[in-house]
C-alpha cells in the first residue's frame, strides 16, 4: 500500500457498519512510512429501532424511498457519535483529522443483476457538517463502476495489515456475510463473499432464543451439524458461482433458511 502525500502526523478516522447492523466501528489511525498504526477504536452501538428498520429496509416493502431518505439521516447520527465518541477516549480533536472514510450502510447489494446496483445509506455530506471533518465515501459503488463487485472491502484491509512478500496468506472474515481474502507474495490481492455469515445466525437466535445474538457461540457449541440441512443449504447456486463474487441479505434471509 502507497500513501501519496500524506504527512506522518496526519491522522484518520475509519468507520465500519456491516451486514449485522449491530453496532458501528470506529478507528483512529496514523499512516508513518506507510504502514499503519492504530491509536484508538470505539463502538457505538445501534439503537434497537433504528437497526429493525434498517434490517427492514434490506427487504422489498412500501414507501421505500421515503424511508431509505430518512433513515440514510438518521444513522449518520450515529456515525457521527462514534467519531466523536472516539476523539473523547484517545483525547484527540477533529482538527487534528484530516479525513474521514465512510463506506456507509448496506441496504440493498444486487451485482448480479441487469445492471448491477449496490445502496449504502449514510449522508456523507451531513457527517461533514456533524463532525466537521472531510468525509470520503461512496467506495463500493466506485468500485463496481470499475467493473468491481462493490464487496467485499475487507481485502484491502487484509492486505495492508497482513500481506507478506515472502508467505501467501489466507483470511476468514465472518461478518453477516463471511468472506476470504487470498494474499499472494507476489502482491496479488484476492477476495470474494463465501456466503452467509452473522446474518443468519443472529435471526435463528432472534427466533428461537429472542436475543440479539449468540453470544461467544455458547447455544452453537451444544449443537451437532445436521449434514442434511447443510447439503440442502450447499445446493444453493451461489456456492456454485465462481468468483469473484459477493452476496448480501437479499440472498441469505430467514425464509431462505426455512425453505
Known sequence: M???????????????????????????????????????????????ALRAELLALARPGPDELHRLATLDNAIVQVFASA??????TTGQHAEQVQAIGSHGQTVRHAPQA???YTVQIGNPS???????????????RRDMAAGGQGAPLAPAFHAAFFGHAATDRALVNIGGIANLSLLSRD???????????????????????????????AWASTGHINQVLLQHAMNDPYFALPPPKSTGREVFHLDWLEA
Open 2 to 48: 502507497s500513501l501519496v502525500g500524506v504527512d506522518d502526523n496526519a491522522c484518520f478516522i475509519g468507520l465500519m457498519s456491516g451486514t449485522s447492523v449491530n453496532s458501528v466501528d470506529a478507528v483512529l489511525v496514523k499512516f508513518k512510512d506507510n504502514q499503519p498504526q492504530l491509536i484508538g477504536q470505539h463502538e457505538e452501538p445501534i439503537p434497537a
Open 83 to 88: 467519531c466523536k465518541n472516539l476523539l473523547s
Open 114 to 116: 441487469d445492471l448491477p
Open 126 to 140: 451531513l457527517l461533514a457538517e456533524l463532525t466537521g471533518i472531510t468525509v470520503v465515501a461512496d467506495f463500493r
Open 187 to 217: 502482491g496479488t490481492v484476492r477476495g470474494f463473499d463465501t456466503g452467509p455469515g452473522n446474518a443468519l445466525l443472529d435471526v435463528w437466535t432472534a427466533r428461537h432464543l429472542h436475543q440479539t445474538q449468540d453470544t461467544d457461540g
